[in-house]
């Protein structure tokens, strides 16, 4: 059974960096799959960060590309998010997933973690 | 404001029909596969539909997906009162080259 769990800080310092981490279970990344990152603000829909595939390469949202890096280790079966400068705007539920494809549905999701500027 | 547009809200008794809309643009929906998700409160959204019409498993056969042209829905036949969430579309976007959401749509089991 393929899960994903999420973990970092729940409480960033404005201006600061947001680091997440998201560990897989059950399926080794290095197998395929491309790896998400996807937000929801407080009563907010869900936003898209950005996409990881096991080689490294990435797709970001363009909203958010130039404060955003998404990386795999494959040793750790793992992928992580950091944000950089972050502001109030940023405070939201991070949900890490799974999609077959680029372009696919994601099909499994981590139970996600609320991540709110100190301020 | 989403690319892909949803009506925010949507009702229904138990046992009705209920269609939720999601319409985008060429870029999107018109080029793309399109994705529905439902979300209970306070937990991680679950795949419903994915490639406009196919179900995973375990999903009931009460829910369908469709598309035409830059436009698709979601149906939920047979109503049940655990199907009151929120159910959002998703799309890839050529133009953005990236996955867009739609805002979502809160559906009411009256």
């Known amino acids: 059974q393929v899960q994903l769990q999420e973990s970092g800080p729940g409480l960033v310092k404005p201006s600061e960096t947001l680091s997440l981490t998201c560990v897989v279970s059950?399926?080794?990344?290095?197998?395929?799959?491309?790896w998400g990152w996807i937000r929801q603000p407080p009563g907010k829909g869900l936003e898209w960060i950005g996409s990881v595939y096991h080689t490294g390469s990435t797709d970001y949202n363009p909203s958010l590309k130039s404060r955003v890096t998404i990386s795999v280790d494959t040793s750790k079966n793992q992928f992580s998010l950091r944000l950089s400068s972050v502001t109030a705007a940023d405070t939201a539920v991070y949900f890490c997933?799974?999609?077959?494809?680029?372009?696919?549905?994601?099909?499994?999701w981590g139970q996600g973690t609320m991540v709110t500027d100190s301020s | 404001q989403s690319v892909l547009t949803q009506p925010p809200s949507a009702s229904g008794t138990p046992g009705q029909r209920v269609t939720i809309s999601c319409s985008g643009g060429?870029?999107?929906?018109?080029?793309?596969?399109v994705h529905w998700y439902q979300q209970l409160p306070r937990t991680a959204p679950k795949l419903l539909i994915y490639?406009?019409?196919l179900r995973p498993s375990g999903v009931p056969d009460r829910f369908s997906g469709s598309k035409s042209g830059t436009s698709a829905s979601l149906a939920i036949s047979g109503l049940r009162s655990e199907d009151e969430a929120t159910y959002y579309c998703?799309?890839?976007?050529?133009?953005?080259?990236?996955?867009?959401f739609g805002g979502g749509t809160k559906l009411t089991v009256l």
């Open positions: 998703a799309a890839w976007d050529d133009s953005l080259r990236g996955v867009i």
């Open positions: 997933a799974r999609a077959f494809n680029w372009d696919d549905a994601f099909d499994i």
């Open positions: 490639r406009n019409t």
């Open positions: 060429s870029s999107n929906i018109g080029s793309n596969s």
């Open positions: 059950g399926y080794p990344i290095t197998a395929g799959y491309y």
